[in-house]
């Protein structure tokens, strides 16, 4: 079986190299800390630390969906992605009680420099331009 990031067409190629390298930073960094902190004191926060951590997955998903080529499965995760920060960075703003410590995607991002509301934009409008 062929290479496929090798591949030009592929979804990994090109910027989509940086889109999966960030994915894959995102997973990591937001995953060692939820795991840290639902390990620790999820007592003290657990839908912040719970939310990170889903949000940790969401990026391995979308990682692994961009590396695979598997563009419905890239589509759908970024597409949640996005839903959850917008939902999360607006409750967190709404309701700051169900938010004592922040989430990845507490107040859009802003822990993270806003990245976790620029990416799966980023992201979404690369995959739907690779999709033409």
Same mark, same amino acid.
């Given at each position: 079986?062929? #290479?496929?990031?090798? #591949?030009?067409?592929?979804?990994?190629?090109?910027?989509?190299?940086?889109?999966?390298?960030?994915?894959?930073? +995102?997973?990591?960094?937001?995953?060692?800390?939820? *795991? +840290?902190?639902?390990?620790?004191?999820?007592?003290?926060?657990?839908?912040? +630390?719970? *939310?990170?951590?889903?949000?940790?997955?969401?990026?391995? !998903? $979308?990682?692994?969906?961009?590396?695979?080529?598997?563009?419905?499965?890239?589509?759908?995760?970024?597409?949640?992605?996005? $839903?959850?920060?917008?939902?999360?960075? $607006?409750?967190?703003?709404?309701?700051? #009680?169900?938010?004592?410590?922040?989430?990845?995607?507490?107040? +859009?991002?802003?822990?993270?420099?806003?990245?976790?509301?620029?990416?799966?934009?980023?992201?979404? !409008?690369? *995959?739907?331009?690779?999709?033409?």
């Amino acid at each position: 079986m062929a #290479d496929r990031t090798a #591949d030009p067409r592929s979804l990994a190629a090109g910027f989509g190299r940086l889109i999966v390298l960030v994915y894959v930073v +995102f997973a990591v960094s937001a995953g060692a800390r939820a *795991l +840290f902190q639902v390990a620790t004191k999820f007592g003290e926060a657990p839908v912040s +630390f719970a *939310l990170s951590a889903i949000a940790a997955a969401i990026y391995l !998903v $979308a990682a692994v969906a961009i590396i695979r080529g598997a563009a419905g499965l890239a589509l759908a995760a970024v597409g949640v992605e996005l $839903a959850g920060v917008v939902a999360v960075g $607006a409750l967190s703003f709404a309701v700051p #009680d169900w938010f004592p410590e922040p989430s990845v995607w507490s107040h +859009f991002g802003s822990g993270y420099g806003y990245v976790p509301l620029v990416l799966p934009v980023a992201g979404l !409008v690369y *995959l739907l331009k690779r999709r033409r």
